[in-house]
C-alpha cells in the first residue's frame, strides 16, 4: 500500500511540469495562416524541431519566421526525416501564429511548392503524443 501512494504522489509530483511543457498556450490555434518562403534552417533538435524560413511580407521587406513542431520521434513516425527540408527549398508553411503578433507560430503542415509533397503534424493534433 505505502509502496502504490509513493507511485501515485510521484505521479501527481511530475504531472504539472509535464503539461506545462506541452502547453501551446502561446499560439493562436483558432487561427491559421499559411506563408510562401524559403528555407533558412532546419534544427531536427530535440525537444521540439524548428522550421527556419524566410518569408517577403506586403511591404517587399523579407521576414524571418521560426515555426515550432514536435520531436523528431514524432516527426519521423509521420514520415518526416531529418533531411525533409533543406535550405533553399521552396514552402508554403500552414501555422498558427504567435498570439502576441511576432513572427513565429506552431506547425500545421508544409507543403514543398516544387514538388507539391506535403509534410505534416499538428502540435494541436499530437499534444498527449509528445
Known amino acids: ?8 504522489v510521484a505521479g501527481v509530483a511530475v504531472a504539472p511540469p509535464a503539461l506545462a511543457h506541452h502547453s501551446v ?9 499559411t506563408l510562401n518562403g524559403t528555407i533558412k534552417a532546419f534544427e531536427w533538435t530535440n525537444p521540439h524541431v524548428v522550421i527556419w524560413f524566410v518569408t517577403t511580407d506586403d511591404k517587399g521587406q523579407q521576414q ?48 514543398l511548392t516544387e514538388t507539391g509533397k506535403i509534410l505534416d503534424f499538428s502540435l494541436q493534433n499530437n499534444k498527449a503524443g509528445d
Open 25 to 33: 498556450a502561446m499560439f493562436d490555434m483558432a487561427h491559421t495562416v
Open 64 to 111: 524571418l519566421w521560426p515555426v515550432e513542431s514536435t520531436s523528431p520521434g514524432n516527426l519521423t513516425r509521420s514520415g518526416w526525416t531529418k533531411h525533409s527540408l533543406n535550405p533553399g527549398d521552396k514552402v508554403a508553411v500552414e501555422l498558427h501564429p504567435l498570439r502576441d503578433g511576432r513572427n513565429g507560430g506552431a506547425l500545421q503542415r508544409v507543403t
Open 1 to 8: 500500500m505505502k509502496r502504490l501512494l509513493a507511485i501515485c
